[in-house]
């Protein structure tokens, strides 16, 4: 952890530098590039933490919040302290998750693939959906590209793999 959250300064020396990066409207590139979003280099919220102290993550993770809100058509939103208690039991139960996995989420919650949110917004509509529908997805990604990965292997494997006839022709030279 140590390691990362020294690579994560050297790229953003500070956390305003980093929410500038990692700003909203980068929400649409992690869901045009799922597989950079889930494999890429972006820091986990946890590592943000620990690159520039408790509570970065979830001052990382209001504004995203606050995004989605604005984008839902409701006529209740949340006010600044449930945004940040929201954004505080994200960072509790996902502080596994990239900063790019949660503007995923995000994009795609906007988009409606996780349901409606009807007349307010509902932090436990969404922290279900973060739950539910999102980790499931993000994990059967995950097990397809591991899939894949082995496959590849194997590929590889058996093109330099020698055949029974080659074997048979090497043990044969060898018992002479």
């Not at 929410?19 to 590039?33: E, G, M, V, W």
């Not at 039991?89 to 693939?113: D, H, P, Q, S």
């Not at 973060?130 to 590889?156: Q, V, W």
Request: hydrophobic content about 40%; some cysteine; glycine content about 6%.
């Amino acid at each position: 952890m140590r390691q990362k959250s020294e690579s994560l300064k050297k790229s953003h020396s500070d956390l305003g530098s980093f929410c500038k990066t990692f700003n909203p409207s980068l929400q649409q590139t992690a869901a045009d590039n799922v597989d950079r979003a889930i494999f890429g280099t972006a820091p986990m919220l946890c590592t943000l933490d620990a690159a520039y102290g408790e509570g970065s993550a979830v001052t990382w993770l209001i504004p995203q919040l606050y995004n989605l809100c604005a984008s839902v058509g409701v006529k209740v939103k949340l006010d600044d302290s449930q945004l940040t208690q929201l954004a505080q039991m994200i960072r509790n139960e996902f502080g596994y998750l990239k900063a790019t996995e949660v503007m995923l989420f995000v994009w795609r919650f906007k988009a409606g693939c996780y349901g409606e949110l009807y007349g307010s917004v509902d932090p436990i509509r969404i922290m279900r959906a973060l739950r539910g529908k999102f980790s499931d997805e993000r994990a059967n990604h995950i097990d397809l590209h591991e899939k894949m990965e082995r496959d590849m292997e194997r590929r590889k494997w058996a093109e330099t793999a020698a055949t029974p006839e080659q074997i048979e022709a090497i043990k044969k030279k060898f018992n002479k």
